[in-house]
C-alpha cells in the first residue's frame, strides 16, 4: 500500500495527547461556574472533550500545553475581556475557531467581534440544539482543515505537489501515479473533462522530474488558428510570411532541456500534428521559412477533454501521433466521482482568493456546503473555484452562507427560463432567442472565460466566437462576480 494511500486511511486530526475524541476537543473560558458547568455537562454527553479555564489568561495557557478543535470564549471576563483574548488566540493560531459567548444586550459587541475573526456567537440563554450544531460545525471545519494542512505537508515532503488537493482514492492514485512517471522522459497524455486540473497535474509532473529548474511553457492549441500555433510552436524566420519582419524563437526552443505542455491536444489540425510527430520522432525541427534543423531536447505533456481514440477512428487525428503521446495516460477524475475533496477545496480557494482580496478568511456555513456537495458541478474543480472567488468577493462579514452561491445552482431562477413566445415570432427568431440565452448562461458559469465555455460545448473557439457575434451577445469583462 502507497504511503498517500496510508495517510488518507489513518487519522490525521488526533491532538499530541494521545487519542484524539471522535467528536473533538473544546475548551471553554467562562468566570461563571454555572456557565462552565452547564456546557461541559451538555457537550460531554455528546461525546466532546472539554477543558474549562476561569479566566482568559487560564485559557491562554491551557491553549500552551495542549492543541484544541473549539474555543468558547465569554465576551466579559474579569482583567482581559473577551476581544484582547480573542485577538491573542488569532495571532497564535489564525484557524483556530472560537464561538463568543454573550449575554442579551452585548449582541452588537457580539457582531465586532465575528468581525474580528470569531466563528460565531451564541447568545445567554442558548439554545442547546443549536448551540451543538453550531459547536459540531466549528469543530468539523477544523478538522477538515488539519487534515488538509497535514496531507499536504505528508504529500509535500514525498513528491512536491504545489496547488493540489484531494484526499479522495481516485486523487491518490493520481499521486502516486505521478511519483511514479515524473522521472521518466516519456511522453504523458493527461486525460479529464474541462476544469479537472490537467495543467495543475502538468506542472507536478515536471517539478517532480529532473527538469524541474527548467523551464515548463504551456501552450493552448485550441486557442490560435493554425498558422499562428505553428508560429508559436516552432518560431520562423525573417520574412516567412507577411507580418514576419524579424525571426522569432518557437516554444519548443523555449522548452528546450525543459517540458511543453501542449493543452487541447485533439484541436490541432492534421498538418500541425505530423510536424509534432517529427518533433517526438526525432527531436528536430525547422523554423517556418528556414532551412535549418535545430535539434531540441523536450519533453511533451499533451492534455485533451475529447476521445482521441474516437477521433483516430473518424480520420480527424493521426493514429501514429496518438501512440507516440498515449505511452503514459493520466486519467483526471471529474469533480463529481470525487466529493469527498469539495470540502478542502472549498477551504483552498477561501483562503487563496481572501489573500489575494487582503481580508480574512471566510468561513462556509454547513447550510451553504450542502448544496456544493449536492451539485453535479459540470465545469469540475474550475467551476468550483469560480463560485468560491465569487462568494468571497461579495461577502461583507466573516462566513459564505447561502445567499452568495449562484442562483441557478440554489434552483432560484435561471436565465434559461423558458418564456411563451411572441404570437408573430417565427421558428427562427425563438430558435436564436432560446441559443443566445444558452450562450450567455454558459459565458456567466464560465466567469465569460470564452475559450472554457467552448471546451464546455464541445465546439471549437472560433464557432463559439461567431455565434457570439452573429446573436449580438456583449461580452463582459472577466472579472469579481
Request: hydrophobic share 40%; glycine share 8%; with cysteine.
Amino acid at each position: 500500500m502507497s504511503e498517500a494511500a496510508v495517510i488518507s486511511r489513518g487519522t490525521l486530526n488526533g491532538g499530541t495527547n494521545g487519542s484524539p475524541s471522535p467528536a473533538g476537543s473544546v475548551l471553554i473560558i467562562d468566570d461563571e461556574a454555572e456557565i462552565r458547568e452547564s456546557l461541559q455537562t451538555l457537550l460531554e454527553m455528546e461525546g466532546f472533550e472539554v477543558e474549562t479555564a476561569v479566566s482568559g489568561e487560564d485559557g491562554l495557557a491551557q491553549m500552551g500545553d495542549r492543541p484544541f478543535d473549539l474555543v468558547l470564549l465569554d465576551l466579559t471576563l474579569p482583567g482581559r475581556n473577551g476581544m484582547e483574548i480573542l485577538s491573542e488566540i488569532r495571532s497564535h493560531d489564525s484557524r483556530l475557531p472560537v464561538i463568543m459567548i454573550t449575554a442579551y444586550g452585548t449582541v452588537e459587541n457580539a457582531v465586532r467581534a465575528m468581525q474580528s475573526g470569531a466563528a460565531n456567537f451564541v447568545q445567554k440563554p442558548w439554545d442547546n440544539e443549536k448551540l451543538l450544531a453550531d459547536v459540531r460545525a466549528a469543530v468539523g471545519w477544523r478538522r477538515a482543515e488539519e487534515e488538509n494542512v497535514q496531507l499536504k505537508r505528508a504529500l509535500k515532503q514525498r513528491y512536491n505537489f504545489e496547488n493540489i488537493v484531494g484526499k479522495s482514492e481516485p486523487m491518490l492514485k493520481i499521486f502516486d501515479l505521478v511519483a511514479q512517471v515524473a522521472n521518466s522522459r516519456s511522453t504523458v497524455l493527461l486525460q479529464g473533462e474541462s476544469g479537472t486540473g490537467k495543467e495543475v497535474i502538468a506542472k507536478a509532473v515536471h517539478l517532480n522530474s529532473p527538469r524541474r529548474d527548467k523551464p515548463f511553457v504551456p501552450v493552448n492549441t485550441g486557442s490560435m488558428p493554425t498558422d499562428l500555433l505553428e508560429s508559436t510552436l516552432f518560431g520562423h524566420v525573417k520574412g516567412a510570411f507577411t507580418s514576419a519582419i524579424a525571426s522569432k524563437k518557437g516554444l519548443f526552443e523555449v522548452a528546450d532541456k525543459g517540458t511543453l505542455f501542449l493543452d487541447e491536444i485533439a484541436t490541432m489540425g492534421l498538418e500541425t500534428q505530423a510536424k509534432i510527430l517529427r518533433v517526438l520522432q526525432d527531436r528536430r525541427f525547422m523554423h517556418l521559412g528556414g532551412i535549418q534543423e535545430i535539434q531540441v531536447d523536450v519533453r511533451i505533456i499533451a492534455a485533451t477533454n475529447i476521445d482521441l481514440r474516437q477521433m483516430v477512428r473518424e480520420g480527424r487525428f493521426r493514429e501514429d501521433l496518438f501512440y507516440r503521446l498515449n505511452v503514459i495516460t493520466v486519467e483526471l477524475p471529474p469533480l463529481r466521482q470525487r466529493k469527498e475533496d469539495i470540502p478542502l477545496l472549498v477551504e483552498f480557494f477561501l483562503k487563496k482568493y481572501a489573500e489575494e482580496n487582503g481580508r480574512p478568511a471566510p468561513h462556509i456555513t454547513p447550510e451553504a456546503l450542502r448544496p456544493l456537495m449536492a451539485y453535479s458541478w459540470p465545469g469540475n474543480v474550475r467551476e468550483l473555484e469560480n463560485v468560491i472567488e465569487r462568494a468571497v468577493v461579495l461577502s461583507s462579514g466573516p462566513e459564505i452562507s447561502m445567499d452568495l452561491l449562484p442562483d441557478s445552482m440554489m434552483g432560484r431562477g435561471s436565465s434559461l427560463t423558458l418564456h411563451d413566445p411572441p404570437s408573430d415570432a417565427s421558428l427562427f427568431e425563438i430558435v436564436e432567442d432560446v441559443e443566445r440565452r444558452v450562450i450567455t448562461d454558459m459565458l456567466e458559469r464560465c466567469n465569460w472565460n470564452q475559450t472554457e465555455a467552448a471546451e464546455r460545448f464541445h465546439v471549437p473557439l472560433s464557432t463559439l466566437n461567431q455565434k457570439i457575434r452573429r446573436l449580438n451577445i456583449e461580452i463582459k469583462k472577466k472579472g469579481r462576480g
